[in-house]
């Protein structure tokens, strides 16, 4: 009896700008039947809109096909490799357009599919009179967007390799639809296999950020060996959906429950209800088993139907921003940056009111060194003889920010001795907002396009909307520990990641014995966190249970000033409160560390 089907899938890009090493090492080491690669940020599509105003011809990821595909596709084509890649940004045409152009300089034939039908730009004008508004938090939509494009899901993608093609290009998709997609197509999934349709969500959620699953950003990173060497993420995927998280041998990194705990939480929410277009997930059972080296078993995700809406996510322009940055050197460094920074701004301000401009429409002073920023309060106290000075600021016009930008080199001959470190003069840029929101899946007609021919994709619609999860159940009390007890940091019990969702930090703790979870839920209140985190978190923080892999997952709102590059911080995205938070003390028994 032949052994059952396992599909070995290969995230090769994160993000746009990230190593071009991913695909090379996956497919001469990796033995996979699929590479994916995410390439799109809110920002990015920004970005792309951008360029292709400027040129027709541009509009998506080109280091995808000029670096990337380039390197590969020989073999890419000579191991029956498929790809499946949303580096089409705003113009999948052009990008399918150019891999056929690489393929032909080759000399090989590969069958291409293009997915169409993200862009809801042409709805905007006749939805607009019916109140659009962004979710959460309400909110007109803005008078005029750079881009709106739907996250859409896998069926789109699994119709093009329905159709046969070896290469897929889609514009806007959800992170994990490039895996689901492919997974779907191998194993005939339907639209209703929704716990399969989960842990295929779950999959590609893993290797959705690439090294993030392989060590990359882990608690413990002393213990991730050859970080210049670190293997991408592989999933090896079977028919029932579940999976097991690994990598290249012989690569570095390190792939087991803790790094995959870290990212199975990032950036969900409630992990009970991660909506996607094409299943909701309930990620609150999950759990991982180490089988091996660098080898984690994956399954326990439940699926429920998904929702009668697509996110869509918009972009605006909301005049310009521009940030400096000046190292100062000496006794008493963070309060001499402190005093550069209100001087740049004082003479800044009067030279705005000689010349009839208005004043800064934002401004923000960080001192990185001095923990000052990130840690607030809780600064460790004493003299910074080493300091950055970071003065990010915002104005509706552009022709303001020149002029602050020529007034921060003078500081290297006006005021604090020890002032160096400019590196040129700083450039004023557009300053880029999101704008999300909700569009009933009826008004999209998502369609793939290969061999000249356009194919509509059958997209279930008009679904009832995603119900609340149950009420979460009393509190289970506590070990009841007796003393003595020592403070320690949360670090030494937790493993933690944090990640953005615009405005809102998503911070997941895990448990680094799952004895230790009851004590740490005691310690680790809503009130606790958002009191610990307050010179950052403006709005709620709430706590969602995980006990699958003994986590707790935070969502903390209006936490990033804006997030994305609506945030004037040093840390838009929210990368360094996880960090913040392990440093939060707690009571636990002294035997504990023994």
């Known amino acids: 009896m032949p052994l059952p089907k396992t599909l070995r899938i290969g995230g090769a890009s994160g993000f746009w700008g990230d190593s071009s090493v991913g695909a090379p090492q996956l497919v001469a080491h990796g033995d996979v039947d699929y590479l994916v690669f995410d390439y799109l940020a809110e920002l990015t599509m920004s970005i792309l809109a951008g360029a292709r105003s400027k040129d027709p011809g541009l509009g998506y990821a080109t280091d995808f096909v000029a670096v990337t595909m380039k390197a590969v596709l020989r073999d890419v084509a000579a191991r029956g490799i498929r790809v499946i890649s949303n580096a089409g940004g705003v113009n999948p045409q052009a990008c399918a357009s150019a891999i056929a152009s690489l393929a032909v300089e080759q000399g090989l034939h590969i069958r291409i599919a293009i997915v169409e039908g993200d862009d809801v730009m042409p709805l905007v004008a006749q939805r607009r ?6 979710t959460p938090g309400g909110g007109a939509l803005p008078g005029k967007l750079l881009t709106a494009n739907a996250y859409l899901g896998a069926l789109p993608i699994k119709q093009a390799l329905d159709e046969g093609a070896q290469i897929v290009i889609t514009g806007r998709c959800v992170d994990s639809a490039v895996t689901l ?14 716990d399969r349709l989960a842990q295929g969500s779950l999959a590609g959620h893993i290797i959705e950020c690439g090294c993030q699953a392989t060590g990359g950003l882990h608690t413990d990173w002393e213990d991730v060996p050859d970080w210049a060497h670190i293997g991408y993420p592989i999933v090896e995927c079977s028919a029932d959906g579940s999976f097991v998280a690994t990598k290249p041998p012989g690569t570095g990194g390190l792939v087991n429950t803790a ?21 909701t997930c309930d990620f609150s059972q999950v759990t991982l088993e180490q089988i091996g080296r660098d080898r984690v078993r994956v399954s326990g995700a439940r699926g429920l139907p998904p929702g009668p809406h697509y996110k869509v996510s918009a972009t ?15 006794t008493d460094a963070a309060r001499k940056a402190r005093r550069t920074a209100d001087a740049i701004l004082e003479r800044t301000r009067e030279l705005f009111a000689s010349n009839g401009l208005a004043d800064y429409s934002r401004t923000l002073v960080e001192v990185l060194g001095s923990e000052q920023g990130n840690f607030g309060p809780r600064a460790r106290a004493g003299d910074i003889r080493e300091a950055v000075l970071r003065l990010a600021v915002m104005h509706p016009q552009k022709a303001a920010l020149e002029l602050f930008a020529r007034e921060v080199a003078p500081a290297g001959t006006s005021w604090s001795p020890g002032t160096t470190g400019a590196d040129g003069r700083p450039r004023p840029t557009p300053a880029i907002r999101q704008h999300a929101f909700f569009l009933d899946k009826r008004l999209l007609a998502p369609s793939v396009r290969a061999d000249g021919r356009s194919v509509a994709v059958d997209v279930p619609a008009g679904q009832a909307a995603v119900p609340a999860p149950p009420p979460a159940g009393p509190d289970i009390a506590g070990p009841g520990l007796t003393g003595p007890f020592v403070e320690v940091p949360l670090i030494r019990l937790a493993w933690a990641r944090s ?36 010179h950052l978190v403006l709005g709620s923080v709430t706590r969602f249970d995980v006990p699958g892999i003994h986590a707790m997952n935070f969502l903390c709102t209006r936490a990033l000033d804006g997030g994305g590059m609506a945030s004037l911080r040093n840390d838009p995205l929210g990368k360094g409160m996880a960090q913040i938070l392990l440093t939060m003390p707690v009571q636990v028994p002294g035997d504990w560390l023994a």
Not at 129 to 134: F, K, L, S, Y
Request: proline fraction near 4%; aromatic fraction near 10%.
């Open 129 to 134: 009179a019916q109140g659009i508004a962004e």
């Open 181 to 194: 997609g492919a997974l779907m197509h191998e194993f005939g999934w339907g639209v209703h296999d929704h």
């Open 259 to 279: 790094v995959i705990s870290e990212q199975m939480l990032y950036e969900i929410g409630d992990p009970r209800r991660y909506l996607l277009p094409d299943v």
């Open 316 to 330: 605006y322009m909301d005049g310009f921003r521009c940030s400096a940055q000046l190292t100062i050197v000496g």
């Open 499 to 534: 990640g953005d969702k615009g405005d809102t930090s998503n911070i997941g703790i895990i448990a680094r014995r799952p004895e230790w979870l009851p004590w740490l839920r005691e310690q680790l209140t809503e009130t606790r966190v958002a009191g610990w985190l307050a």
